[in-house]
């Protein structure tokens, strides 16, 4: 399996098929240095929060936040 198939084989369920192709080492190259231009050009396209103003922590930190999990309460 080729490095730029990680993410992908990542976000497999258990259970899923996969398939497998036989590829040459150079396309395999350019399949991750293609997946990691595309990293890197997500990286460079965060930004900071310009106002957190508008952010009200204590009503966020009440929310009881466990692995992505909210209180039912609301």
């Known amino acids: 399996m080729i490095s730029a ?3 992908v084989v990542g976000r497999r ?3 899923q098929a996969l398939r497998f192709a036989a590829i040459e080492v150079a396309e395999a190259e350019a399949l991750a240095l293609a997946e990691m231009r595309r990293l890197e050009g ?3 396209s965060l930004a ?3 106002d957190r103003s508008g952010l009200d922590l204590a009503r ?3 929310g009881n936040l466990i692995s992505g999990v909210v209180s039912g309460l609301e």
Do not use: N
């Open 48 to 50: 900071p929060v310009p």
């Open 60 to 62: 966020l930190y009440a």
């Open 5 to 7: 198939d990680l993410p």
């Open 13 to 15: 369920r258990p259970g």
């Open 42 to 44: 997500l990286v460079t």
